[in-house]
């Protein structure tokens, strides 16, 4: 594994795919463009977004949170593992992210039945149409993901272990760990920020 | 098992949970701070995250100069948009 860090030295590895990295890079610019617009329409609509924001519940956003840090802290983990070559523990410890996917896909179909419930759908304001329309969009990555994981944990079981499979392994590992890093910033901006 | 659990990864997660918690209190702490700084703080707070998760789960750490000067300056510039928008 390369350790050195100053980027002059050969050993510096890329991990995963670099088409990977570029996917990532795109989505995050997507994201970068929504996390704009959310902050602009709420600079234009400050009170209807402080009222609506009270609506969230924040006890499921922060459940959801702690859910994808420790997915990431199972899927980073599992890597480790991997390198080791010890296939068993990678795979209990990918199984165990993707468990915390499903919670999280879980505590997300409770809040949206919360709110749909209370008469609060995709039109009721630009808060609303923005919280439906980002969490959803990453909703959708989360479900990647977790096919993602999924086929990970059944590729860890097959064929020796190599620097082919190693890299793919981590190209999957880092786009479970972009859905954590979009969530952080839609969390922070869309419960927290008041 | 140890040595998978004493890594950088499980500091990593700590750091990040706790900074999870500040960032909750700070949010459900009217009076501490005003509003405007407080959600500063926030979004500072989730870049600070979301640079611990790229560099050290993604493990651009590693990576040539050319991914971390990119996702620097990813993190920078959303920073200064976002900052500049809670303003």
Known sequence: ?194 | MKSLILTRMTLTWMILSSVTIFSWAVSHSPGVTSPRYASVIIIVVALFKARLVILNFMEVRLAPRMMRLIADAWIALLGVSLIGLVQ
């Open chain 1, 1 to 194: 594994m390369a350790t050195f860090d100053d980027g002059k030295h050969s050993r510096a590895r890329m991990p995963g795919e670099v088409g990977v990295w570029v996917f990532i890079l795109g989505d995050m610019l997507i994201f970068s463009l929504f996390f704009v617009v959310f902050l602009f329409y709420r600079r234009e609509e400050l009170p209807v977004f402080t009222a609506s924001r009270k609506h969230l519940n924040q006890t499921y956003g922060l459940i959801n949170t702690f859910l994808m840090l420790t997915s990431s802290w199972f899927v980073a983990t599992a890597i480790q593992a991997m390198r080791r070559h010890d296939s068993r523990t990678g795979g209990r410890l990918l199984a165990c992210a993707w468990a915390c996917g499903a919670g999280f896909v879980m505590i997300k179909y409770l809040e949206y039945s919360e709110k749909i419930r209370a008469g609060i759908g995709l039109t009721t304001n630009d808060f609303f149409t923005c919280y439906y329309m980002f969490t959803g969009i990453h909703l959708f990555h989360v479900l990647l993901g977790m096919a993602v994981l999924a086929a990970l944990i059944s590729y860890s079981k097959r064929g020796p272990f190599a620097v082919a499979k190693l890299r793919n392994l981590e190209s999957g590992a880092i786009f479970w760990h972009l859905v954590d890093v979009l969530w952080i910033v839609l969390f922070a901006l869309l419960y927290l920020v008041d």
